[in-house]
């Protein structure tokens, strides 16, 4: 039986500039491997683009809702607040299954350039 590989998910605001949203993404990314430090070194990654801080508060409820670990990511630097969040590593495919609804992150979705 093949072992199931673990997926990360990372959701960030796409009203932020494009430059904005890739460094709130990895600040998200780096504190989920602070704070998840789970020993294993590798997981694939998926970048979903949400519109707005409501559409974070969402999905935060689905993975509450679904005892999905993350981590929430505040800016701290500007007036930006929740900017991005990130799952712990999910081997589980019923976990994995509840973001199925949620797009990749777009360029075209951005807001803000």
């Known amino acids: 039986m093949k072992k199931l590989e673990p997926y990360t998910y990372l959701f960030v605001r796409q009203d932020l500039s494009i430059a904005q949203q890739f460094v709130q993404s990895n600040h998200a990314g780096i504190k989920a491997g602070e704070e998840f430090g789970n020993g294993i070194s590798k997981s694939n990654m998926v970048l979903i683009g949400v519109p707005n801080k409501k559409g974070l508060y969402e999905a935060m409820d689905i993975m509450g809702r679904n005892d999905i670990p993350f981590i ?25 299954a509840v973001f199925k609804s949620y797009d990749l992150w777009q360029i075209s979705n951005t807001k803000c350039y």
Do not use: S
Request: hydrophobic content about 30%; overall charge negative.
């Open 72 to 96: 929430e990511f505040y800016e701290p630097d500007y007036e930006e607040g929740l900017t991005a969040i990130c799952t712990n590593m999910l081997f589980d495919r019923k976990q994995r």
